[in-house]
């Protein structure tokens, strides 16, 4: 079993909607990391956190440690969304390094 | 606003071939890493450093070397390279391991 999974792996929406990406892990963290990555591009961090809640724009992301699960929302999804989504989490256990350990991704297609 | 470059975007290598990923960022980012990906699975730790003159092994070390001679760079060297380790390598750094990540914007290499 991985130690972060994430769900779903694909999720197609249309314009408009409200979407959620879920994130459980089982190892304890630091802090866990959402990312995305465009096709054929590279990944640009969205959001680090370690407890609560954080917004920027129309994404928001949660984390409730004591379950150990995060999530992403999206709302007013726009088809520019359209990429992967990558939860990763900063355990701790690893020394100084609180390496990260990425789930596989959720691939979201937003269609107009 | 460089933040993390990386060099080659795509690259072919024939079967025992050697070749160097370059990586240098410019935030003084203590923390640099290597990633691998490959299709339908989270991104793997090659190597890692948390310092100029430190080097430490990831998850998926065999066939690759490092050195970090200067805070901003972090080479990753193929010795004679393998279809296994085709993949997209990502090199990220951070200020500390709990800090957010910048990612550049991956090596596509392939081993034929």
């Known amino acids: 079993k991985n130690e972060v999974e994430q769900s779903p792996q694909n999720l197609t929406a249309q314009e408009g909607e409200f979407i959620t990406i879920n994130c459980s892990y089982s190892v304890g963290i630091s802090a866990l990391h959402w990312l995305q990555q465009h096709p054929g591009g590279g990944i640009v961090s969205l959001f680090m956190l370690s407890s609560g809640k954080k917004k920027h724009g129309r994404l928001i992301a949660t984390i409730n440690i004591q379950e150990k699960h995060s999530s992403l929302h999206i709302t007013a999804s726009h088809p520019r969304d359209s990429a992967v989504y990558i939860c990763a989490v900063a355990s701790w256990g690893g020394g100084a390094t609180n390496k990260l350990i990425f789930g596989t991704g959720t691939l979201l297609a937003v269609q107009p | 606003n460089a933040g993390v470059t990386q060099t080659p975007k795509f690259r072919i290598l024939k079967i025992g071939q050697s070749m160097t990923l370059q990586c240098t960022q410019d935030?003084?980012?203590?923390?640099m890493y290597w990633y691998r990906q490959d299709p339908g699975m989270g991104l793997k730790l090659i190597y890692y450093s948390v310092g100029a003159g430190i080097t430490d092994k990831g998850e998926v070390p065999n066939g690759y070397n490092v050195s970090r001679s200067t805070t901003e760079d972090f080479p990753l060297r193929l010795e004679l390279a393998a279809p296994s380790q085709t993949s997209v390598y990502f090199c990220a750094s951070s200020y500390q391991g709990n800090t957010e990540a910048f990612f550049g914007q991956g090596t596509r290499l392939t081993v034929v």
């Open positions: 935030m003084n980012h203590n923390y």
